[in-house]
């Protein structure tokens, strides 16, 4: 996450910003565990700063020291947080049921994906394949809109002006299957609607199925989009059917609200 | 949660201080969405420094702010640091299984319970009981140590030095079950063990019925409490019995390391 300023461009707190930044690093895996050092490099932040932030987050439980190793880590009062508010997002309270079901009936990887600024998607949410093996990702990561097949939800979810505005004139080639014809891809994202299914294959990550579904608000928003991941491989003929159909079925009664 | 400094009593960050208080402030059930007045009054804080600290905090989506209703919740990214934190927290890891069997083998509620200052516990994460009406915990809430059971845990591992500073002379007589024999408590506490299991029954909680077990981590010192916690009179002779060998086996397991 890089420093960003609030929403409408007026000015917020920057020790705040630095502590969000502080929780973010620590939340990703590679760095999951770290030393006022390594915070302050990463963060290109004063050793003093951070400390005195670290001291405050601390206070709170919000991360934990461990006093031999030097290395602090999240708290558990950020879990605690976090199951609060699992629990208060409508968006994850009503996806979580549809993930389990997913990965049971499927053996895939379930995940809900959300969008967290402009063009900058996130996956917020997991359940694990019960498959022998599975396609792993990474919770938390944020990636461009258009560097994934789910992007096109978010396409096909905005009205004819905002679509101008969102797909880049230059659609990026991620692989050689990734679709890059402008007019094609907006062509496809509207035939996009509540109940549809949208299948790719290899087509942003060698080797990676998808099939993903639009989980709407009550208002009819989009606000997120639910996948099912799979191997390429694994995910032949008949398995690819039977994953349609569970996806269908989550599709429509996901959605049976609008 | 109020103003702490930090642990070392050295100066923190005022303004992470209060970023963490709000979030505190909306991880509760009561406050969970709340808008810029109010959250401004529970906090005794200026409304231009609340919405400075807020609109970062959305920046970084951890509030939510809804345009309609002008109410603030946690927002989704606090659920992805809250299970990132989880995952990283082994005393999450270790004891989560232990919570789900609990619940399972014994309809009760299960959960841990943690130290958060010198003094005070928090529940710290929930298993809902699998019975037909089930005591519920409120995670993320303070408690003094000695209005409830399962300090005894924290004395029973605590030095002898450790213990004399830690129990009060006076221990307070939450209910007329409530043991304030100071001396009786320290023998109690001196006689808990890794493999121990302490059974209360309307001791601090008229109705409620306990018993909890320590978790120690991998150095052997205490790093929470297993609680399951039923209703009294459901937990009769036969079932008290059941529930007692599910702990003593949680217990053991648990700490089979050490």
Chains 1, 2 share one sequence.
Not at 5 to 11: E, I, K, M, V
Request: aromatic letters at 6%.
């Amino acid at each position: 996450m890089t420093v960003e300023t609030s929403p409408d461009g007026r000015q917020g707190s920057p020790a705040v910003d630095s502590a969000a930044r502080i929780l973010e690093l620590l939340s990703r895996y590679r760095t999951r565990t770290s030393t006022l050092s390594e915070i302050a490099a990463a963060l290109e932040l004063p050793k003093s700063t951070v400390l005195r932030i670290l001291r405050t987050l601390q206070a709170h439980s919000l991360v934990h020291h461990d006093a031999e190793t030097r290395r602090y880590q999240l708290g558990f009062f950020t879990a605690v947080l976090g199951s609060r508010a699992a629990e208060g997002l409508d968006s994850f309270t009503r996806t979580r049921p549809f993930l389990t079901e997913i990965s049971e009936r499927t053996g895939l990887t379930a995940a809900l994906v959300q969008r967290v600024s402009a063009d900058r998607l996130m996956y917020v949410a997991e359940q694990h394949g019960a498959g022998p093996s599975t396609v792993h990702i990474s919770v938390g990561n944020r990636f461009p809109m258009f560097e994934v097949s789910f992007g096109r939800w978010w396409v096909a979810f905005s009205t004819p002006a905002e679509r101008e505005a969102l797909v880049p004139a230059a659609l990026p080639a991620v692989t050689d299957r990734t679709p890059t014809d402008r007019e094609a891809y907006l062509r496809d994202c509207a035939a996009l609607g509540s109940r549809s299914v949208l299948v790719t294959r290899d087509e942003y990550i060698p080797g990676v199925f998808t099939s993903s579904c639009a989980a709407l608000d009550p208002r009819g928003q989009l606000e997120g989009v639910v996948v099912a991941l799979g191997f390429s491989q694994s995910v032949d003929g008949p398995a690819e059917q039977a994953v349609h159909t569970v996806m269908t079925d989550v599709a429509t009664r996901l959605n049976a609200h609008i």
